[in-house]
């Protein structure tokens, strides 16, 4: 069984940092693109940043120059450095992941989801 559990959410401040974290555990063989989502209240989700296996990068409009996703493919982790937090940034924030497992094929996981709340 894959989990992808996600770490460091909390309330800050406009103008603050944090730095999210994501761990895939479980049988993996290989972790292909690993990606932050985020949904505001009524609100649909909405891609923040993805990376990919060879470590290439997107990031939506809205957060580009702000954060930064990076991976550790060695401890399957993946992390969102972000910046310059914003008020609009108030979300919950969810790791995604496709993953070949012991099943060999690629499954796409979930995160259970962090909160960020900036403050103006």
């Known amino acids: 069984q894959v989990q992808l559990v996600e770490s460091g959410g909390g309330l800050v401040q406009a103008g603050g940092s944090l730095r999210l974290s994501c761990v895939a555990s479980?049988?993996?063989?290989?972790?292909?693109?690993m990606a932050w989502y985020r949904q505001a209240p009524g609100k649909q989700r909405e891609l923040v940043a993805v990376?990919?296996?060879?470590?290439?990068?997107n990031y939506a409009d809205s957060v580009k120059g702000r954060f930064t996703i990076s991976r550790d493919n060695a401890k399957n982790t993946v992390l969102l450095q972000m910046n310059s937090l914003k008020p609009e940034d108030t979300a919950v924030y969810y790791c995604?992941?496709?993953?070949?497992?012991?099943?060999?094929?690629?499954?796409?996981?979930w995160g259970q989801g962090t909160q960020v709340t900036v403050s103006s």
């Open positions: 995604n992941a496709d993953i070949f497992g012991v099943a060999a094929k690629n499954y796409n996981y």
């Open positions: 479980g049988i993996i063989f290989r972790i292909n693109a």
């Open positions: 990376i990919n296996s060879g470590g290439s990068t």
